[in-house]
């Protein structure tokens, strides 16, 4: 589960006008024109999320092919259709879980720009510490929703391959899993994914925030100016900032996602409940430390592209959702 979250702004640079407020928002249109937007952003990425988890399963044969040839290998056995393995799931099932991910997001961060108010700190500073802790509350919050969604799509997306369960649609593979283990095998890897998204959602907006103020001090914006930049120079430095967050977070979090992945789409029951131990050990034994970058270069053009978009998405959807004065 790509970060969907507001482009920290920068108040010293004269840009305060560019930061708009839940209040601002008519929540009605910012969730509708967010439904279509970002469903279709999420269209244009999924073929690098179906290449990423076919990657990264096991006895897939795919695992040691480079992510251009599991494209096109994917592309000549199944079409289309076959790079859009479970996006129709994802695409719905996102819709209420966006909603309150983004909901939590913008009330946590106003909550903590009312909470630091009158504090002796940089306004930078305090913005930053607002969007990192709305960033983590709102993934704690869309965790409880998003993880057997995650679980249900990727199990999609591996259909066909060798040791996957053959199951007629997203409701068979709820059936199934909840059949074989009960409510909590819908909650595969969830501690996992709780611990390790918060923080990657913070490293995720630190270097978004430090690659924006390095670019915009590289083109001569300062604190003592009251310059402020054009529509097209906001947006090419939000998406290439956005860029290079995605990059710089895929690097680091990809080892955690193939464990995860491996750990949500794992079928033999023999063996007992798979375990975020068990799956290590197992990525170790097959390949080694290489193991567990599977997939990476699919996920490193995915995050670097969600980011790219993300960010320029979402700040046309603020834009767009402002309260008619």
Known sequence: MAVEAEAATTPDLALADTDINWDRLDKWRFHMIGAVLFTVQQGLLHPTAVVKTRMQVADSGLSHMPGFRVFRHILKSDGIPGLYRGFGTSALGSLPGRVLHLTSLEISKDLMMKYTEGLDMPEATRVGIANGVAGMMSNL?????????????QRLMVQGLPGSTYCNGPLDITRKVIKAEGF?????????TVVTQSPASALWWGAYGAAQHIIWRSLGYRDDTDKKPSHMEMVTVQA???????????????????????LQVIDDYGIGRPSVLKTTKALLEE??????????GPRFLNMSLYGTTMIVTYELIKRLSVKKE
Do not use: E, Q
């Open 240 to 262: 290439t900032a956005g860029m290079l967050a995605g990059a710089c977070s895929s690097v680091i979090t990809t080892p955690i996602d193939t464990v995860k992945t491996r």
């Open 184 to 192: 909590r095998g819908l909650y595969r890897g969830f501690g996992l």
């Open 141 to 153: 919050v869309s965790c409880a929703y998003f993880v057997p969604l995650d679980v249900i799509c």
């Open 287 to 296: 390949d080694g430390w290489r193991g567990f970058y599977r997939g990476f």
